[in-house]
């Protein structure tokens, strides 16, 4: 199950494939408490996509209800643009598991999906 909390359009339509393609579910939200009354508590390997440019997403504030679900993420990834730094320290700092400017999970995409999916 692939959790991805964005306002983007483009990302969630190329995580759909993605998720096609190796049997997972996605589910998209633009907020947290969307995304977790979506979310049906399945115990498949789970990835949490965290988009920071996203407004109203908080990494302090999503990162610790992701990880109290009775089975979270395996791996929670965060993105962001890289000249927003502070955004990307705050995700790191609220615990995800990598955090990476917007271009290089755009290029990981597909690797860094799969992998979490396998675990």
């Known amino acids: ?3 991805f909390l964005t306002s983007d359009l483009v990302f969630p339509s190329r995580a759909s494939g993605i998720a096609q393609r190796l049997g997972a579910t996605l ?11 979506q979310w049906n508590g399945s115990s498949a390997s789970t990835i949490a ?3 920071l440019n996203s407004p109203g997403v908080d990494p302090a504030a999503v990162v610790p209800r992701l990880r ?7 791996s929670i990834v965060a993105f962001g643009p890289h000249v927003q730094e ?3 320290a705050a995700a790191r700092a609220a615990g995800c598991d ?3 400017a917007r271009g290089q999970f755009n290029a990981q995409m597909d ?3 799969a992998e979490a ?3």
């Open 27 to 37: 589910v998209t939200a633009t907020t947290i408490e969307s995304l977790l009354a």
């Open 98 to 100: 990598l955090v990476l």
């Open 49 to 51: 996509l965290i988009d």
């Open 111 to 113: 690797r860094l999906i």
């Open 68 to 74: 109290e679900l009775n089975d979270p993420p395996k």
């Open 1 to 3: 199950m692939i959790l």
């Open 117 to 119: 999916l396998s675990r």
């Open 86 to 88: 502070s955004k990307l």
